[in-house]
Protein backbone atom coordinates (compact mmCIF):
# COMPACT_ATOMS: atom_id res chain seq x y z
CA UNK A 1 0.00 0.00 0.00
CA UNK A 2 1.44 3.24 -0.66
CA UNK A 3 1.56 5.71 2.08
CA UNK A 4 -0.35 8.95 0.85
CA UNK A 5 0.16 10.70 4.28
CA UNK A 6 1.88 14.00 2.22
CA UNK A 7 0.60 16.73 3.59
CA UNK A 8 -1.75 17.94 1.46
CA UNK A 9 -3.14 22.14 1.24
CA UNK A 10 -6.83 21.82 2.42
CA UNK A 11 -9.77 22.27 0.06
CA UNK A 12 -8.81 19.71 -2.91
CA UNK A 13 -7.41 16.83 -1.81
CA UNK A 14 -8.20 14.94 -4.87
CA UNK A 15 -5.28 13.31 -5.61
CA UNK A 16 -5.38 13.45 -9.66
CA UNK A 17 -3.96 15.63 -12.13
CA UNK A 18 -6.16 18.69 -12.29
CA UNK A 19 -6.30 20.64 -15.38
CA UNK A 20 -4.04 23.47 -14.11
CA UNK A 21 -0.87 20.94 -13.97
CA UNK A 22 -1.80 19.38 -17.23
CA UNK A 23 -1.32 22.49 -18.80
CA UNK A 24 1.70 23.63 -16.74
CA UNK A 25 4.87 22.22 -18.04
CA UNK A 26 7.49 23.37 -14.99
CA UNK A 27 5.87 21.98 -11.66
CA UNK A 28 6.29 23.21 -8.41
CA UNK A 29 6.18 21.15 -5.14
CA UNK A 30 3.02 23.54 -3.78
CA UNK A 31 1.68 22.98 -7.20
CA UNK A 32 1.69 19.13 -6.48
CA UNK A 33 0.57 19.47 -3.04
CA UNK A 34 -2.25 21.19 -4.04
CA UNK A 35 -3.69 18.87 -6.62
CA UNK A 36 -3.34 16.23 -3.51
CA UNK A 37 -0.83 14.03 -5.16
CA UNK A 38 1.06 12.12 -2.34
CA UNK A 39 5.05 12.57 -3.23
CA UNK A 40 7.47 9.83 -3.20
CA UNK A 41 11.67 11.04 -2.72
CA UNK A 42 13.26 8.66 -5.27
CA UNK A 43 16.51 9.89 -6.77
CA UNK A 44 16.67 7.59 -9.83
CA UNK A 45 12.86 5.98 -11.68
CA UNK A 46 13.18 4.03 -14.64
CA UNK A 47 9.44 3.97 -16.67
CA UNK A 48 8.34 1.01 -18.61
CA UNK A 49 10.51 -1.88 -16.46
CA UNK A 50 11.43 -3.63 -19.34
CA UNK A 51 14.72 -4.94 -20.89
CA UNK A 52 15.63 -1.90 -21.07
CA UNK A 53 14.74 -0.39 -17.75
CA UNK A 54 16.16 -4.22 -15.96
CA UNK A 55 20.03 -3.44 -18.01
CA UNK A 56 19.63 0.10 -16.58
CA UNK A 57 18.75 -0.92 -13.38
CA UNK A 58 21.53 -3.69 -13.20
CA UNK A 59 24.21 -1.87 -14.23
CA UNK A 60 23.42 1.47 -11.16
CA UNK A 61 23.16 -1.86 -8.58
CA UNK A 62 26.36 -2.99 -10.14
CA UNK A 63 27.95 0.64 -9.66
CA UNK A 64 27.11 0.79 -6.15
CA UNK A 65 23.92 2.57 -6.17
CA UNK A 66 21.35 0.98 -3.57
CA UNK A 67 18.16 -0.58 -4.43
CA UNK A 68 16.59 2.04 -2.21
CA UNK A 69 17.32 4.70 -4.30
CA UNK A 70 15.86 3.41 -7.34
CA UNK A 71 12.24 2.64 -8.75
CA UNK A 72 11.25 0.91 -11.57
CA UNK A 73 7.44 1.80 -12.51
CA UNK A 74 5.74 -0.28 -14.48
CA UNK A 75 2.58 -2.18 -15.68
CA UNK A 76 4.45 -5.60 -15.43
CA UNK A 77 5.89 -7.54 -13.25
CA UNK A 78 8.77 -9.02 -14.59
CA UNK A 79 11.15 -7.57 -16.97
CA UNK A 80 11.25 -10.06 -20.13
CA UNK A 81 7.55 -10.22 -19.58
CA UNK A 82 6.48 -7.87 -22.74
CA UNK A 83 9.56 -9.02 -24.23
CA UNK A 84 8.39 -13.06 -24.17
CA UNK A 85 4.40 -12.00 -25.02
CA UNK A 86 6.24 -10.91 -28.16
CA UNK A 87 7.80 -13.49 -29.24
CA UNK A 88 5.70 -16.28 -28.11
CA UNK A 89 3.04 -14.44 -30.33
CA UNK A 90 5.66 -13.90 -33.45
CA UNK A 91 6.55 -17.74 -32.63
CA UNK A 92 9.38 -18.52 -30.71
CA UNK A 93 8.23 -20.11 -27.54
CA UNK A 94 10.77 -21.21 -24.73
CA UNK A 95 12.11 -23.87 -26.61
CA UNK A 96 13.01 -21.59 -30.11
CA UNK A 97 16.45 -19.92 -30.74
CA UNK A 98 15.86 -16.18 -30.37
CA UNK A 99 18.25 -13.76 -33.28
CA UNK A 100 21.03 -12.22 -31.29
CA UNK A 101 24.14 -14.50 -30.57
CA UNK A 102 25.56 -16.01 -28.00
CA UNK A 103 27.15 -12.36 -25.98
CA UNK A 104 23.89 -10.89 -26.08
CA UNK A 105 23.63 -11.52 -22.64
CA UNK A 106 20.94 -8.92 -20.54
CA UNK A 107 21.51 -11.26 -17.31
CA UNK A 108 25.34 -10.40 -17.32
CA UNK A 109 27.36 -7.19 -18.45
CA UNK A 110 30.79 -9.11 -18.82
CA UNK A 111 29.05 -11.32 -21.71
CA UNK A 112 31.26 -14.22 -19.98
CA UNK A 113 30.50 -17.02 -19.31
CA UNK A 114 28.32 -16.30 -22.76
CA UNK A 115 25.25 -18.42 -23.53
CA UNK A 116 26.89 -20.85 -25.69
CA UNK A 117 29.36 -21.58 -22.71
CA UNK A 118 26.36 -22.08 -20.33
CA UNK A 119 24.50 -24.16 -22.66
CA UNK A 120 27.61 -26.13 -23.25
CA UNK A 121 27.96 -26.75 -19.70
CA UNK A 122 24.42 -27.45 -18.74
CA UNK A 123 24.23 -29.86 -21.62
CA UNK A 124 27.73 -31.19 -20.80
CA UNK A 125 27.97 -31.12 -24.91
CA UNK A 126 30.58 -29.53 -26.65
CA UNK A 127 28.12 -28.47 -29.67
CA UNK A 128 27.42 -25.03 -28.59
CA UNK A 129 31.08 -23.84 -28.70
CA UNK A 130 32.22 -25.48 -32.26
CA UNK A 131 29.31 -23.52 -33.31
CA UNK A 132 30.20 -20.54 -31.96
CA UNK A 133 33.95 -21.19 -33.59
CA UNK A 134 32.82 -21.98 -37.07
CA UNK A 135 29.95 -19.52 -37.54
CA UNK A 136 28.94 -18.00 -39.77
CA UNK A 137 31.17 -19.34 -42.17
CA UNK A 138 30.94 -23.16 -41.87
CA UNK A 139 27.52 -22.97 -39.79
CA UNK A 140 24.89 -20.39 -39.23
CA UNK A 141 24.93 -18.26 -36.03
CA UNK A 142 24.47 -19.65 -32.74
CA UNK A 143 21.66 -18.04 -30.79
CA UNK A 144 20.22 -19.18 -27.52
CA UNK A 145 16.61 -20.26 -26.51
CA UNK A 146 13.96 -17.90 -25.02
CA UNK A 147 14.00 -19.73 -21.86
CA UNK A 148 17.43 -19.63 -21.53
CA UNK A 149 17.65 -15.85 -21.28
CA UNK A 150 14.11 -15.68 -19.65
CA UNK A 151 15.74 -18.13 -16.75
CA UNK A 152 18.84 -16.25 -16.62
CA UNK A 153 17.06 -13.13 -16.15
CA UNK A 154 15.43 -14.63 -13.47
CA UNK A 155 18.34 -15.29 -11.67
CA UNK A 156 19.78 -11.96 -12.08
CA UNK A 157 16.61 -10.29 -11.01
CA UNK A 158 17.09 -11.84 -7.44
CA UNK A 159 20.27 -11.32 -6.69
CA UNK A 160 19.94 -7.63 -7.88
CA UNK A 161 16.86 -7.42 -5.81
CA UNK A 162 14.60 -6.05 -8.55
CA UNK A 163 11.42 -7.04 -6.70
CA UNK A 164 11.87 -3.96 -4.24
CA UNK A 165 12.58 -1.77 -7.05
CA UNK A 166 9.75 -2.42 -9.06
CA UNK A 167 6.80 -0.05 -8.26
CA UNK A 168 3.54 -0.73 -10.13
CA UNK A 169 1.36 1.11 -12.39
CA UNK A 170 1.02 3.21 -15.25
CA UNK A 171 3.14 6.09 -16.10
CA UNK A 172 0.88 9.19 -17.12
CA UNK A 173 3.41 11.64 -17.75
CA UNK A 174 7.06 13.29 -16.56
CA UNK A 175 7.01 17.35 -15.88
CA UNK A 176 9.85 19.37 -15.12
CA UNK A 177 10.37 20.27 -11.30
CA UNK A 178 11.01 23.67 -10.66
CA UNK A 179 13.45 23.38 -8.29
CA UNK A 180 15.30 21.15 -10.64
CA UNK A 181 14.96 17.47 -11.32
CA UNK A 182 11.48 15.89 -12.48
CA UNK A 183 8.15 15.21 -11.63
CA UNK A 184 6.68 11.17 -12.59
CA UNK A 185 3.07 10.66 -12.06
CA UNK A 186 2.23 7.31 -12.30
CA UNK A 187 -1.61 5.32 -11.63
CA UNK A 188 -0.93 2.66 -9.12
CA UNK A 189 -3.24 -0.51 -9.57
CA UNK A 190 -6.92 -0.08 -7.94
CA UNK A 191 -6.81 -0.63 -4.37
CA UNK A 192 -3.50 0.34 -4.16
CA UNK A 193 -2.73 3.45 -3.17
CA UNK A 194 -5.61 5.93 -1.55
CA UNK A 195 -4.99 8.44 -4.44
CA UNK A 196 -5.40 8.12 -8.10
CA UNK A 197 -2.16 9.17 -8.25
CA UNK A 198 1.14 9.55 -6.92
CA UNK A 199 3.95 11.66 -7.81
CA UNK A 200 8.18 10.64 -8.06
CA UNK A 201 10.03 13.32 -6.69
CA UNK A 202 13.60 12.60 -8.53
CA UNK A 203 16.59 13.73 -9.74
CA UNK A 204 17.12 11.39 -12.65
CA UNK A 205 14.52 9.93 -15.00
CA UNK A 206 15.19 7.39 -17.60
CA UNK A 207 12.25 5.76 -20.36
CA UNK A 208 12.37 2.25 -22.14
CA UNK A 209 9.37 2.23 -22.97
CA UNK A 210 9.27 -0.15 -25.53
CA UNK A 211 7.52 -0.11 -29.03
CA UNK A 212 4.88 2.83 -29.41
CA UNK A 213 2.80 0.47 -30.43
CA UNK A 214 1.51 -2.05 -32.62
CA UNK A 215 1.80 -0.91 -36.40
CA UNK A 216 -0.73 -2.40 -38.76
CA UNK A 217 -0.34 -2.12 -42.99
CA UNK A 218 -2.79 0.69 -43.61
CA UNK A 219 -4.80 -1.91 -46.04
CA UNK A 220 -5.13 -4.17 -43.99
CA UNK A 221 -6.04 -2.02 -40.88
CA UNK A 222 -9.06 -0.71 -43.18
CA UNK A 223 -9.78 -3.89 -43.64
CA UNK A 224 -9.90 -5.11 -39.88
CA UNK A 225 -12.08 -2.23 -39.24
CA UNK A 226 -14.32 -1.60 -42.28
CA UNK A 227 -15.36 -5.57 -42.32
CA UNK A 228 -15.23 -5.85 -38.42
CA UNK A 229 -12.58 -8.88 -38.75
CA UNK A 230 -9.89 -9.25 -36.58
CA UNK A 231 -10.39 -13.13 -36.72
CA UNK A 232 -8.74 -13.39 -41.00
CA UNK A 233 -6.87 -10.88 -40.44
CA UNK A 234 -3.63 -10.87 -37.89
CA UNK A 235 -0.69 -9.34 -36.89
CA UNK A 236 2.07 -11.49 -35.97
CA UNK A 237 2.61 -9.83 -32.79
CA UNK A 238 -0.77 -10.53 -31.37
CA UNK A 239 -2.07 -13.34 -30.38
CA UNK A 240 -3.02 -16.02 -33.46
CA UNK A 241 -2.84 -19.24 -32.26
CA UNK A 242 -6.41 -19.93 -33.73
CA UNK A 243 -4.86 -19.45 -37.74
CA UNK A 244 -3.08 -22.10 -36.91
CA UNK A 245 -5.38 -24.48 -35.11
CA UNK A 246 -7.90 -23.34 -38.22
CA UNK A 247 -5.58 -24.36 -40.87
CA UNK A 248 -4.76 -27.79 -38.80
CA UNK A 249 -8.85 -28.62 -38.84
CA UNK A 250 -9.46 -27.86 -42.65
CA UNK A 251 -7.47 -27.56 -45.31
CA UNK A 252 -6.90 -23.44 -46.51
CA UNK A 253 -4.68 -20.59 -47.60
CA UNK A 254 -2.94 -18.53 -45.90
CA UNK A 255 -1.17 -14.92 -47.43
CA UNK A 256 1.88 -14.14 -44.89
CA UNK A 257 3.19 -10.93 -46.24
CA UNK A 258 6.68 -8.97 -44.95
CA UNK A 259 10.44 -10.63 -45.21
CA UNK A 260 11.92 -10.22 -42.01
CA UNK A 261 12.23 -12.86 -39.31
CA UNK A 262 9.06 -12.86 -37.90
CA UNK A 263 8.29 -13.81 -41.71
CA UNK A 264 10.55 -16.67 -41.57
CA UNK A 265 9.36 -17.48 -37.80
CA UNK A 266 5.71 -17.66 -39.23
CA UNK A 267 6.57 -19.64 -42.40
CA UNK A 268 8.53 -22.12 -40.16
CA UNK A 269 5.43 -22.92 -37.85
CA UNK A 270 3.19 -23.30 -41.06
CA UNK A 271 5.76 -25.67 -42.68
CA UNK A 272 5.79 -27.96 -39.49
CA UNK A 273 2.26 -27.70 -39.12
CA UNK A 274 1.95 -29.04 -42.45
CA UNK A 275 4.64 -31.60 -42.39
CA UNK A 276 4.68 -33.22 -38.57
CA UNK A 277 0.91 -31.97 -37.94
CA UNK A 278 -1.36 -32.77 -40.75
CA UNK A 279 -2.24 -29.72 -42.16
CA UNK A 280 -2.69 -28.97 -45.71
CA UNK A 281 -2.20 -25.23 -46.05
CA UNK A 282 -1.65 -23.64 -48.68
CA UNK A 283 1.13 -20.54 -48.35
CA UNK A 284 1.24 -17.22 -50.44
CA UNK A 285 3.85 -15.00 -49.33
CA UNK A 286 3.89 -11.76 -50.56
CA UNK A 287 6.97 -9.49 -50.70
CA UNK A 288 6.58 -5.45 -51.33
CA UNK A 289 10.29 -5.66 -52.02
CA UNK A 290 11.61 -8.87 -53.79
CA UNK A 291 15.09 -9.40 -53.20
CA UNK A 292 16.58 -12.34 -55.47
CA UNK A 293 20.41 -12.39 -55.10
CA UNK A 294 23.36 -10.11 -53.95
CA UNK A 295 22.21 -6.34 -53.19
CA UNK A 296 23.07 -3.15 -51.96
CA UNK A 297 25.91 -0.89 -51.87
CA UNK A 298 28.91 -2.26 -52.84
CA UNK A 299 31.09 -0.92 -50.12
CA UNK A 300 28.59 -0.46 -47.27
CA UNK A 301 25.31 -2.47 -46.53
CA UNK A 302 25.76 -5.35 -48.80
CA UNK A 303 23.82 -8.77 -48.34
CA UNK A 304 22.88 -12.10 -49.93
CA UNK A 305 19.43 -12.63 -50.66
CA UNK A 306 17.45 -15.33 -52.43
CA UNK A 307 13.31 -15.97 -52.89
CA UNK A 308 12.09 -12.64 -52.13
CA UNK A 309 14.39 -12.91 -49.12
CA UNK A 310 17.32 -10.19 -47.58
CA UNK A 311 19.88 -12.30 -45.61
CA UNK A 312 21.79 -10.67 -42.46
CA UNK A 313 22.77 -12.77 -39.31
CA UNK A 314 21.34 -9.64 -36.84
CA UNK A 315 19.94 -6.01 -37.07
CA UNK A 316 22.64 -4.48 -38.19
CA UNK A 317 26.37 -5.17 -39.35
CA UNK A 318 28.14 -6.50 -36.34
CA UNK A 319 30.77 -3.26 -36.91
CA UNK A 320 27.07 -0.68 -35.56
CA UNK A 321 27.34 -2.18 -32.13
CA UNK A 322 31.13 -1.98 -31.65
CA UNK A 323 33.46 -0.58 -35.03
CA UNK A 324 33.95 1.48 -37.64
CA UNK A 325 30.25 1.97 -38.17
CA UNK A 326 29.08 2.74 -34.84
CA UNK A 327 31.94 5.51 -35.11
CA UNK A 328 30.48 6.49 -38.12
CA UNK A 329 26.88 6.89 -36.65
CA UNK A 330 28.79 8.56 -33.83
CA UNK A 331 30.13 11.19 -36.52
CA UNK A 332 27.34 11.81 -38.43
CA UNK A 333 24.00 14.65 -38.02
CA UNK A 334 21.03 15.15 -39.37
CA UNK A 335 20.39 13.75 -43.08
CA UNK A 336 23.45 12.14 -44.10
CA UNK A 337 22.78 10.16 -40.72
CA UNK A 338 19.09 9.39 -41.44
CA UNK A 339 20.78 8.38 -45.03
CA UNK A 340 23.31 5.93 -43.58
CA UNK A 341 20.31 4.61 -41.55
CA UNK A 342 18.39 4.06 -44.96
CA UNK A 343 21.20 2.00 -46.77
CA UNK A 344 21.47 -0.78 -43.78
CA UNK A 345 18.05 -0.97 -43.08
CA UNK A 346 15.02 -2.57 -44.38
CA UNK A 347 13.34 -6.32 -44.09
CA UNK A 348 15.90 -8.67 -43.67
CA UNK A 349 16.14 -11.88 -41.93
CA UNK A 350 18.87 -14.57 -40.62
CA UNK A 351 20.28 -17.27 -43.39
CA UNK A 352 19.75 -20.36 -41.79
CA UNK A 353 19.85 -24.15 -43.04
CA UNK A 354 16.63 -25.28 -41.74
CA UNK A 355 14.88 -22.46 -43.19
CA UNK A 356 15.91 -22.61 -46.49
CA UNK A 357 15.64 -26.47 -46.29
CA UNK A 358 12.00 -26.32 -45.29
CA UNK A 359 11.15 -23.39 -48.11
CA UNK A 360 12.91 -25.59 -50.95
CA UNK A 361 10.57 -28.96 -50.06
CA UNK A 362 7.86 -26.34 -49.94
CA UNK A 363 8.34 -24.88 -53.24
CA UNK A 364 9.03 -28.33 -54.91
CA UNK A 365 5.76 -29.67 -53.40
CA UNK A 366 3.91 -26.77 -54.36
CA UNK A 367 1.87 -25.70 -51.66
CA UNK A 368 4.30 -22.56 -51.49
CA UNK A 369 4.19 -19.55 -53.70
CA UNK A 370 6.29 -15.84 -53.65
CA UNK A 371 4.91 -12.87 -55.11
CA UNK A 372 6.24 -9.54 -55.36
CA UNK A 373 3.87 -6.49 -55.26
CA UNK A 374 2.29 -3.55 -53.74
CA UNK A 375 -1.43 -3.74 -52.26
CA UNK A 376 -4.12 -2.22 -53.68
CA UNK A 377 -7.24 -3.21 -52.04
CA UNK A 378 -8.01 -5.97 -49.55
CA UNK A 379 -11.75 -7.25 -49.62
CA UNK A 380 -13.90 -10.12 -48.87
CA UNK A 381 -13.83 -12.49 -51.10
CA UNK A 382 -16.77 -13.09 -53.64
CA UNK A 383 -17.57 -17.03 -51.69
CA UNK A 384 -15.31 -16.75 -49.01
CA UNK A 385 -12.17 -16.14 -47.65
CA UNK A 386 -9.94 -12.58 -48.60
CA UNK A 387 -8.81 -11.09 -51.71
CA UNK A 388 -6.24 -9.06 -51.47
CA UNK A 389 -5.51 -6.66 -55.08
CA UNK A 390 -1.73 -6.64 -55.91
CA UNK A 391 0.22 -4.31 -58.61
CA UNK A 392 3.17 -5.74 -59.79
CA UNK A 393 6.80 -3.72 -60.38
CA UNK A 394 6.23 -5.86 -63.71
CA UNK A 395 3.27 -7.31 -65.50
CA UNK A 396 -0.40 -7.22 -64.81
CA UNK A 397 -2.06 -6.40 -61.62
CA UNK A 398 -3.58 -9.85 -60.12
CA UNK A 399 -5.18 -11.10 -57.21
CA UNK A 400 -4.86 -13.52 -54.54
CA UNK A 401 -7.27 -15.18 -52.34
CA UNK A 402 -6.74 -16.43 -49.04
CA UNK A 403 -8.47 -17.77 -46.16
CA UNK A 404 -6.60 -15.63 -43.47
CA UNK A 405 -3.42 -13.16 -43.89
CA UNK A 406 -0.74 -13.12 -41.33
CA UNK A 407 1.01 -9.21 -41.16
CA UNK A 408 4.57 -9.83 -40.48
CA UNK A 409 5.71 -6.43 -41.13
CA UNK A 410 6.25 -4.19 -38.31
CA UNK A 411 6.19 -2.85 -34.74
CA UNK A 412 6.92 0.49 -34.36
CA UNK A 413 4.46 3.29 -34.28
CA UNK A 414 5.12 6.98 -33.74
CA UNK A 415 6.63 7.98 -30.66
CA UNK A 416 3.27 10.29 -30.35
CA UNK A 417 1.44 7.48 -29.92
CA UNK A 418 2.95 6.85 -26.72
CA UNK A 419 1.33 9.32 -23.76
CA UNK A 420 4.14 9.68 -22.05
CA UNK A 421 6.76 10.46 -25.22
CA UNK A 422 3.91 12.71 -26.41
CA UNK A 423 3.55 14.54 -23.30
CA UNK A 424 7.53 14.80 -23.15
CA UNK A 425 7.40 16.67 -26.52
CA UNK A 426 4.78 18.90 -25.71
CA UNK A 427 5.55 20.06 -22.41
CA UNK A 428 9.61 19.39 -21.31
CA UNK A 429 11.77 20.47 -24.33
CA UNK A 430 12.07 16.87 -26.14
CA UNK A 431 12.60 17.32 -29.50
CA UNK A 432 12.84 14.34 -33.26
CA UNK A 433 15.69 12.58 -34.31
CA UNK A 434 16.67 12.50 -38.31
CA UNK A 435 14.32 9.05 -38.52
CA UNK A 436 11.36 11.44 -36.33
CA UNK A 437 11.91 9.29 -33.02
CA UNK A 438 13.23 10.74 -29.59
CA UNK A 439 16.39 13.19 -29.95
CA UNK A 440 18.83 11.45 -27.20
CA UNK A 441 22.92 12.48 -27.26
CA UNK A 442 25.55 10.39 -27.43
CA UNK A 443 25.19 10.41 -23.84
CA UNK A 444 21.62 8.55 -24.15
CA UNK A 445 20.18 12.08 -22.05
CA UNK A 446 17.46 13.35 -23.81
CA UNK A 447 17.79 16.78 -26.14
CA UNK A 448 16.44 19.86 -24.50
CA UNK A 449 15.28 18.51 -21.25
CA UNK A 450 17.75 18.97 -18.39
CA UNK A 451 16.58 20.73 -15.50
CA UNK A 452 19.26 22.05 -13.11
CA UNK A 453 20.75 18.83 -11.86
CA UNK A 454 18.24 16.82 -13.28
CA UNK A 455 18.74 14.74 -16.10
CA UNK A 456 16.10 12.55 -18.53
CA UNK A 457 17.86 9.31 -20.32
CA UNK A 458 16.05 7.13 -23.30
CA UNK A 459 16.73 3.75 -24.75
CA UNK A 460 15.64 1.24 -26.27
CA UNK A 461 13.17 1.78 -30.11
CA UNK A 462 12.15 4.88 -28.90
CA UNK A 463 15.33 6.49 -29.41
CA UNK A 464 15.88 4.48 -32.99
CA UNK A 465 17.81 7.46 -35.16
CA UNK A 466 20.56 8.35 -33.00
CA UNK A 467 23.86 8.15 -32.52
CA UNK A 468 23.96 4.58 -32.07
CA UNK A 469 22.04 2.13 -34.26
CA UNK A 470 21.52 -1.07 -32.25
CA UNK A 471 19.54 0.86 -29.14
CA UNK A 472 16.39 -2.16 -29.41
CA UNK A 473 18.66 -4.85 -28.49
CA UNK A 474 20.28 -6.24 -25.92
CA UNK A 475 23.60 -5.14 -26.33
CA UNK A 476 22.64 -1.95 -27.17
CA UNK A 477 20.39 -1.55 -24.70
CA UNK A 478 23.11 -2.80 -22.29
CA UNK A 479 25.59 -0.16 -23.90
CA UNK A 480 23.08 2.76 -23.64
CA UNK A 481 22.87 1.92 -19.83
CA UNK A 482 26.60 1.32 -19.83
CA UNK A 483 26.63 5.07 -20.92
CA UNK A 484 24.14 6.61 -18.75
CA UNK A 485 25.71 4.82 -15.66
CA UNK A 486 29.63 7.17 -16.72
CA UNK A 487 27.14 9.70 -17.34
CA UNK A 488 26.02 9.70 -14.20
CA UNK A 489 29.27 8.39 -12.41
CA UNK A 490 30.72 12.14 -13.66
CA UNK A 491 27.94 13.49 -11.88
CA UNK A 492 28.32 12.29 -8.54
CA UNK A 493 25.27 9.95 -8.46
CA UNK A 494 27.37 6.18 -8.67
CA UNK A 495 30.60 4.63 -8.74
CA UNK A 496 32.50 4.47 -12.36
CA UNK A 497 32.56 1.04 -13.08
CA UNK A 498 36.35 0.52 -13.57
CA UNK A 499 38.52 -2.58 -13.59
CA UNK A 500 38.96 -3.14 -9.98
CA UNK A 501 34.89 -2.84 -9.60
CA UNK A 502 34.21 -4.72 -12.84
CA UNK A 503 36.15 -7.59 -11.90
CA UNK A 504 34.62 -7.98 -7.93
CA UNK A 505 31.46 -7.13 -9.25
CA UNK A 506 31.91 -10.23 -11.77
CA UNK A 507 33.07 -12.64 -9.16
CA UNK A 508 30.49 -12.06 -7.56
CA UNK A 509 27.85 -12.31 -10.18
CA UNK A 510 29.86 -15.75 -10.88
CA UNK A 511 28.77 -17.08 -7.13
CA UNK A 512 25.38 -15.34 -7.74
CA UNK A 513 26.20 -13.18 -4.60
CA UNK A 514 23.93 -10.00 -3.77
CA UNK A 515 25.92 -7.15 -5.60
CA UNK A 516 25.79 -5.14 -2.55
C1 LIG B 1 9.70 -10.42 -31.37
C2 LIG B 1 10.96 -9.72 -30.95
C3 LIG B 1 12.14 -10.44 -30.85
C4 LIG B 1 13.33 -9.78 -30.47
N1 LIG B 1 14.45 -10.52 -30.38
C5 LIG B 1 15.60 -9.93 -30.00
C6 LIG B 1 16.80 -10.71 -29.90
O1 LIG B 1 16.82 -11.89 -30.17
N2 LIG B 1 17.92 -10.08 -29.48
C7 LIG B 1 17.94 -8.75 -29.19
O2 LIG B 1 19.00 -8.25 -28.83
N3 LIG B 1 16.83 -7.99 -29.28
C8 LIG B 1 15.65 -8.55 -29.67
N4 LIG B 1 14.52 -7.78 -29.76
C9 LIG B 1 14.59 -6.32 -29.55
C10 LIG B 1 14.65 -5.84 -28.09
O3 LIG B 1 15.81 -6.31 -27.44
C11 LIG B 1 13.44 -6.20 -27.25
O4 LIG B 1 12.26 -5.74 -27.86
C12 LIG B 1 13.47 -5.63 -25.82
O5 LIG B 1 12.40 -6.17 -25.11
C13 LIG B 1 13.37 -4.10 -25.79
O6 LIG B 1 13.37 -3.66 -24.46
P1 LIG B 1 12.58 -2.34 -24.01
O7 LIG B 1 12.79 -2.15 -22.56
O8 LIG B 1 12.91 -1.25 -24.93
O9 LIG B 1 11.06 -2.71 -24.28
P2 LIG B 1 10.09 -3.80 -23.48
O10 LIG B 1 10.94 -4.94 -23.07
O11 LIG B 1 8.98 -3.98 -24.40
O12 LIG B 1 9.71 -3.00 -22.21
C14 LIG B 1 8.99 -1.79 -22.21
C15 LIG B 1 7.92 -1.90 -21.16
O13 LIG B 1 7.44 -0.60 -20.82
C16 LIG B 1 6.10 -0.74 -20.46
N5 LIG B 1 5.47 0.57 -20.52
C17 LIG B 1 5.30 1.32 -21.64
N6 LIG B 1 4.68 2.47 -21.31
C18 LIG B 1 4.46 2.43 -19.99
C19 LIG B 1 3.84 3.33 -19.09
N7 LIG B 1 3.33 4.49 -19.49
N8 LIG B 1 3.77 2.98 -17.79
C20 LIG B 1 4.27 1.81 -17.34
N9 LIG B 1 4.88 0.92 -18.16
C21 LIG B 1 4.96 1.23 -19.47
C22 LIG B 1 5.56 -1.71 -21.50
O14 LIG B 1 4.37 -2.31 -21.06
C23 LIG B 1 6.70 -2.70 -21.61
O15 LIG B 1 6.50 -3.77 -20.75
C24 LIG B 1 13.32 -8.40 -30.17
C25 LIG B 1 12.12 -7.70 -30.26
C26 LIG B 1 10.96 -8.34 -30.65
C27 LIG B 1 9.69 -7.56 -30.75
Known amino acids: MIDTRTPRIPGQPTGDLTPELLSTSVWSDEDVARAGIPVIDMPFVTIGGGMGSFVMVDLLRIAGVPASNIRALSNIDHPWQTYEYLTRCSQIPRGERIRSDSSGCPDNIWAFPSYAVREAWADKTVAPLASVVLEPVFTDYWTPRAGQVFNALGRE ?10 ARGQVRLLRRRRDGGYFTILTPPAGESTTKRVAYRSWYVHLAVGYPGLQFLPDLQHYRERYNDATHVVNAYEPH ?17 GGGIVA ?20 HHLFRTYVSGTHGDSKIGRRKGSGGFAYSGFNWPKAAWGG ?62 ITTAVRPEQGSPYALDADFIIDCTGLEGDIREHRVLADLLDHSGAGRNPLGKLDVERTFEVRGTTNGFGRVYASGAATLGGYYAGVDTFLGLQYAALTI ?32
Open 241 to 257: EHVYEALKRHPGTVLVR
Open 264 to 283: SRVLQRLMEDRVNNGARTHI
Open 324 to 385: QLKEQFERLEGDERAALYRKLGGAHTPHRKLWQQQKARATNEGWYQTYQGVVTSVTPGSRSG
Open 157 to 166: ATRIKYPEML
Open 485 to 516: TDDLAAQGFCRRIGIGRSTAQWWRWVRNRPVD
